[in-house]
């Protein structure tokens, strides 16, 4: 069975940085998208971030695009997620995502096959 292991959350102010970490276990061959997601209170999941597995090609969405980097250690099977210049509206819970296969299909939660419990990130204005 797969699990996915979130940390790193916590309290910062705007302007300021989180690293998130996924720990994942279970997989005897580790070769799926990652992903990681997040969901505000009152709002739906939203992904925001994802990597391939080979060649480690990464996607993002607009919201986050030049002050997240997502990143992964294959010998480690983890998965990174770099926030910079956190803003009021990055609040929320982040989850880490696996998808059944290579290629990271589009920014839907059903998409997405196993997922970690989620650790939450909080910014103050």
């Known amino acids: 069975e797969v699990h996915l292991v979130e940390s790193g959350g916590g309290s910062v102010q705007t302007g300021g940085s989180l690293r998130l970490s996924c720990a994942v276990s279970?997989?005897?061959?580790?070769?799926?998208?990652m992903a990681w997601f997040r969901q505000a209170p009152g709002k739906e999941r939203e992904g925001i971030a994802a990597?391939?597995?080979?060649?480690?090609?990464?996607y993002y969405d607009d919201s986050v695009e030049g002050r997240f980097t997502i990143s992964q250690d294959n010998s480690k099977i983890s998965v990174y997620l770099q926030m910079n210049s956190l803003k009021p509206e990055d609040t929320g819970m982040y989850y880490c995502?696996?998808?059944?296969?290579?290629?990271?299909?589009?920014?839907?939660?059903?998409?997405?096959?196993?997922w970690g419990q989620g650790t939450q990130v909080s910014v103050s204005s």
């Open positions: 990597i391939t597995p080979i060649g480690g090609v990464a």
């Open positions: 995502a696996a998808a059944s296969g290579g290629g990271c299909p589009p920014f839907v939660a059903l998409n997405y096959k196993y």
């Open positions: 279970g997989y005897s061959y580790w070769r799926s998208c």
